[in-house]
């Protein structure tokens, strides 16, 4: 019997999958905080995340939120910079921070039989950092250092400018760091942010993966017990300015042997009708390797290494964006084919082959992205924090399963119009 | 304990498979046993760019993403030194579909010439993008010409030149893949919420029908040891001045290797190891350093690298970093800092092993190595690891002789 290679195997088509975001276990300690964990997994491992809101959309002053966030673990009352990070490093945990516009978070990686030892140092951080001077001027002086080595590079200016183009240079998402901000960073500062958004500030806990015995009651040990849910924190509220000019070209290094692109367009939040259809038109247009802005600008014209477009991941407005960087001579051109791919969702239906492709890579990458507790979690976190429930998850199924060729152009006619679009290029 | 079954094609294919049946998706995972230490040293950047060529169409199936993305997958391929590593996740009851474009993939490509153009175009724009077009960026380039006179590590996998890239032909392209792209030299990995029967009868429709290819005989030309100390001077428009130190290692099979991967986690393992604490915290001397080793078959590198604070010279700097090292040949490590170490890669193991994608890609690693079961044994081989093997490492590799330096200067500082 000889095989047939032109043909392609029967599949089940992604969109006939049953895809379930499995439930999480929801929680309060003692003094108020929700803890929503989902357990599972093969490996002895676990991930413990505090949600704080303490993002950059809390702070008065530049920088001070994301300096605080990156301080927490340098230093208690009882523990040096040195002793705490050995203390975690000793049992193989990881303890990470970061900090976003709303949010900013505390996250512990542990093997699940080290977790009783690794937790009671999570918590001195959350009720004892101490912020000590000295590492308050080694992070200024290293940070203003890694800041001029960014400079030099096109894709970091590009990113910085596009934001402050689309929401103004005030807005947390618009905002950046500079060296007069780090300069003027003060320990009081740090103290101060700390006191009010972490030590007696409000915090959520998402748990995940293998979990020892007792881990309820070691939580209100350690996180239930501190000082947490004091006070109602009120989400200051922030006017977006965004740029008047709409063109920009931006000479950083004149040597440089390609340019920095971004095209972006505001767009609203998760909450409005659009976006969940919006995410299968991006996919057509940008979102994936196989998308026409990839298959044309790359597969087809060799102008770049990649091409993306994509809907920025923000709480209270979002923004789409088509970000590249493209050799020198070919940066004009490749911006004429990204409006010429707009103008082609916009002037003519999306063929069913390719749509029903794009449904099915997005419900087959969807069936991975819910597979696995750490993004389970994830993606839970997702939701609470952007006000949703799990309701918004089983809707985008069925809006990705039922949206139809001209529901995409219309939508294309309304979003993908070039004078709605920022366009920079630095080079 | 990751388990897994194991089986041969006549043609010389290896399958291994493993079964998580708590996942609905599956892994396929292909190995070629060929990287960039392959290449001709006239024609660098080869094993990388054929990467690309293998997403540009088969003798049959004139698009590869296409039919994959359809059936809900996705996938990615990446070329090192040693190895070309391609693979795809899946929903599970859709993994034929893998079988069917892998399988016709190393049947034959397609041998597009438009392929071959745009790549090229494509692969030049990412040589641009990561070592022209960013600080530093030639730094590598510079250090691996350094430190190897003879050994094929010396050029990058994205290749020695642009130039390289730029004149690949066609002919080059087919002799490459029907040298290395067969089933003899190739390892299938299987993992998912599959069936070892199930993939053998795939893996017999699909793969059996492939014909062997000649075996490839490795024959690389091995580093000589190196005499005496190497160093080079660069100048470039950057913010500020880097140090970079390497000293020729053992290799993979080497007895001291997972001493050495140790050794590497005691200097510049996170913000509580040596380096960090020293250099950066206490001296401030560094405004960033990284200590790491290159994890190649062959006896590959151990580096020192960091950015130096503005105002330090590159001498103080130089020396700071020397003592550190000279230290670890002196004074014996006390077991906590050893036990430290040890349950940071037990962590890490741990961490890594989570997924489908990371155990199909370390089954095929091992089974590269020789056996796929080594993988199992990593752990009690750090385990084993002691303060004096430690120390005789150290002694071994931090040889004043066994050293190269680049001095990275800013031309503005």
């Given amino acids: 019997m000889s095989l047939d290679r032109t043909i392609a195997p029967n599949i089940k088509d992604a969109v006939d999958f049953d895809i379930q ?39 008065t002053k530049n920088w001070v939120a994301p300096a605080t966030n990156y301080l927490l673990k340098n230093g208690t009352s009882s523990k040096s910079a040195f002793e705490v990070n050995d203390a975690f490093e000793f049992y193989g945990a990881y303890l990470n921070r970061s900090c976003y516009n709303e949010t900013a978070t505390i996250s512990l990686h542990s093997l699940t039989k080290h977790f009783q030892e690794v937790i009671p140092v999570v918590s001195e951080l959350v009720g004892d950092a101490v912020f000590p001077e000295n590492e308050l001027e080694i992070y200024k002086k290293n940070q203003i250092q890694q800041l001029t080595l960014n400079l030099k590079k096109g894709d970091f200016i590009a990113n910085r400018f596009i934001d402050e183009y689309l929401f103004g240079i005030d807005h947390p998402y618009g905002k ?188 087959g990458s969807l069936l991975g992205d819910v597979d696995g507790p750490f993004q389970i979690i994830g993606r839970w976190k997702s939701y609470i924090l952007n006000g949703l429930t799990e309701e918004y998850f089983y809707n985008t199924i069925k809006t990705v399963r039922a949206i139809q060729p001209q529901q995409l152009q219309d939508l294309a006619n309304k979003y993908l119009n070039e004078e709605d679009f920022y366009e920079l290029v630095v080079f | 304990m990751i388990q897994f079954d194991r089986f041969q094609l006549d043609n010389g294919l290896k399958v291994l498979v493993h079964q998580d049946t708590t996942t609905p998706m599956a892994v396929v995972n292909i190995l070629y046993n060929v990287g960039a230490k392959d290449e001709n040293p006239e024609k660098t950047g080869f094993a990388h760019l054929f990467e690309h060529l293998m997403f540009g169409g088969s003798i049959n199936i004139p698009e590869y993403d296409e039919p994959l993305q359809r059936a809900g997958g996705e996938n990615n391929a990446y070329t090192t030194n040693d190895l070309t590593n391609y693979y795809c996740q899946l929903p599970a009851e859709n993994i034929e579909t893998a079988f069917w474009l892998e399988s016709d993939r190393m049947l034959s490509l397609a041998f597009s010439p438009k392929s071959l153009e745009v790549q090229r175009k494509v692969v030049c724009e990412e040589f641009k993008e990561h070592y022209i077009n960013k600080p530093y960026g030639d730094a590598w380039h510079k250090m691996r010409t350094l430190a190897y006179t003879k050994h094929p590590y010396r050029w990058m996998t994205i290749g020695a030149s642009l130039a390289h890239v730029e004149q690949a032909k066609m002919e080059e392209v087919k002799d490459f893949f029907f040298q290395f792209y067969r089933p003899n030299n190739a390892i299938l990995v299987v993992t998912g919420n599959i069936k070892t029967e199930d993939i053998k009868v795939l893996a017999e429709k699909w793969f059996a029908p492939i014909p062997a290819g000649k075996p490839y005989e490795r024959n690389l030309p091995q580093e000589p040891k190196q005499e005496k100390h190497r160093s080079l001077d660069v100048r470039a428009d950057v913010p500020m001045d880097m140090l970079m130190m390497t000293w020729h290692m053992g290799g993979r099979f080497d007895a001291s290797y997972h001493a050495t ?48 604070v503005k105002g330090i010279s590159m001498s103080v700097a130089e020396k700071a970093v020397l003592e550190e090292v000279e230290k670890m040949k002196q004074v014996i490590l006390d ?69 190269n330096t680049l001095y990275y200067y800013s031309k503005t500082a």
């Fill in chain 1, 21 to 59: 975001l499995k439930p999480c276990q929801k929680y309060t300690l003692d003094n108020g905080v929700e803890v929503y964990a989902f357990e599972g997994g093969a490996q002895e491992v676990m991930l413990m995340e505090l949600v704080f809101f303490a993002g950059n959309s809390f702070e």
């Fill in chain 1, 176 to 363: 950046y760091s500079s060296e007069a901000a780090y300069n003027q960073l003060t320990r009081e500062d740090l103290v101060a942010f700390y006191n009010k958004y972490y030590k007696e500030g409000k915090c959520i806990v998402f748990m995940a993966g293998k979990f020892p015995a007792d881990i309820e009651s070691t939580l209100n040990k350690y996180i239930g017990s501190l000082p947490l849910n004091k006070h109602i924190i009120e989400t200051p509220e922030h006017a977006i300015v965004a740029a008047d000019e709409k063109k920009y070209n931006v000479v950083n290094d004149p040597s440089s042997v390609q340019g920095s692109i971004r095209i972006a367009r505001h767009f609203p939040n998760r909450h409005h009708p659009d976006f969940a259809p919006v995410q299968v038109l991006n996919n057509i247009f940008g979102g994936f390797f196989g998308s026409r802005l990839m298959s044309n600008i790359r597969e087809d014209k060799g102008y770049t290494y990649g091409i993306h477009s994509y809907l920025q991941n923000h709480i209270q407005q979002s923004a789409w964006l088509i970000s590249t960087d493209a050799g020198k001579d070919v940066c004009r051109a490749t911006i004429d084919e990204v409006y010429k791919e707009m103008a082609i969702l916009k002037n003519e239906l999306v063929e069913m082959d390719e749509l029903n492709l794009v449904k099915n890579y997005m419900l």
């Fill in chain 2, 261 to 308: 991967d140790l050794l590497t986690e005691v200097l510049g393992g996170g913000a509580s190891s040596r380096l960090y604490e020293q250099l950066i915290k206490v001296r401030q001397l560094f405004s960033s350093i990284s200590c790491y080793h290159f994890g190649t078959i062959d006896p590959g590198l151990f580096v020192i690298t960091g950015k130096l």
């Fill in chain 2, 335 to 403: 077991t906590k800092e050893v036990q430290k170490v040890i349950n940071k890669t037990e962590s890490m193991i741990c961490f890594e092993d989570m997924s489908i994608m990371n155990r199909a890609q370390s089954l095929a690693f091992y089974e590269l190595l020789g056996d796929a079961a080594l993988m199992n044994d990593e752990l009690a081989k750090y385990q084993a690891v002691t303060p004096e093997h430690i120390q005789a490492t150290a002694k071994t590799i931090f040889e004043d002789n066994n050293r």
